[in-house]
T-cell receptor, first 112, second 113 residues
Framework: DQQVKQNSPSLSVQEGRISILNCDYT??????FLWYKKYPAEGPTFLIS?????DKNEDGRFTVFLNKSAKHLSLHIVPSQPGDSAVYFC???????????FGTGTRLTVIP | KAGVTQTPRYLIKTRGQQVTLSCSPI?????VSWYQQTPGQGLQFLFE???????NKGNFPGRFSGRQFSNSRSEMNVSTLELGDSALYLC????????????FGPGTRLTVL
């Protein structure tokens, strides 16, 4: 039972344009959400997180939006750069539980 | 600060053997979690240790076990290896329990022949 879903396995974007990666979740107990970037044979690198008390969090080129009523979050990367090409995972957890539930990942390709 | 370190980075074992993987968390981090990544199942939570005690466990058989030492370093052990145990094993640390960001190590690639 996949509690966190990323329905787009891949996304291609031109350099300089916006990349939007989407994630849906089913468990209403989740209250902390994270995005990680991952290269093959390496561990995930933390990008940005958001608590359920917020609906937006920004860090440089990265912004995460959370829509609790829709159980949906998205990661916006503006402007996209070729170095952003990687697999992006969204993850969720519930307060008091230190286990992350991961989506299946979206492979982002930024075309120069 | 140094990041999460994992040893060894690569390991080849045969079916029936056992294996021990090691993880050193970021200095000052007290919670260590382990995850398994496979092409078929994605990233799945194995277990979490905090203050030398297992606090949470994922849906894995008892062949998968772990421990944490007083310096927060952690080990995981897989006994009676099966072909399906071939995976990237990732360790993550966080300062405390609860909604803290988890920082991952580079992983140990285990191949079972």
């Amino acid at each position: 039972d996949q509690q966190v879903k990323q329905n787009s396995p891949s996304l291609s974007v031109q350099e300089g344009r916006i990349s939007i990666l989407n994630c849906d979740y089913t468990n209403s107990m989740f209250d902390y959400f994270l995005w990680y970037k991952k290269y093959p044979a390496e561990g995930p690198t933390f990008l940005i997180s958001i608590s359920s008390i917020k609906d937006k969090n920004e860090d440089g080129r990265f912004t995460v939006f959370l829509n609790k009523s829709a159980k949906h979050l998205s990661l916006h990367i503006v402007p996209s750069q070729p170095g952003d090409s990687a697999v992006y995972f969204c993850a969720a957890s519930a307060t008091g539980a230190n286990n992350l539930f991961f989506g299946t990942g979206t492979r982002l390709t930024v075309i120069p | 600060k140094a990041g999460v370190t994992q040893t060894p980075r690569y390991l080849i074992k045969t079916r029936g053997q056992q294996v021990t993987l090691s993880c050193s968390p970021i200095s000052g981090h007290r919670s260590v979690s382990w995850y398994q990544q496979t092409p078929g199942q994605g990233l799945q939570f194995l277990f979490e240790y905090f203050s030398e005690t297992q606090r949470n466990k994922g849906n894995f058989p008892g062949r998968f076990s772990g421990r944490q030492f007083s310096n927060s370093r952690s080990e995981m052990n897989v006994s009676t290896l099966e072909l399906g145990d071939s995976a990237l094993y990732l360790c993550a640390s966080s300062p405390d329990r609860g909604t803290d960001t988890q920082y991952f190590g580079p992983g140990t690639r285990l191949t079972v022949l």
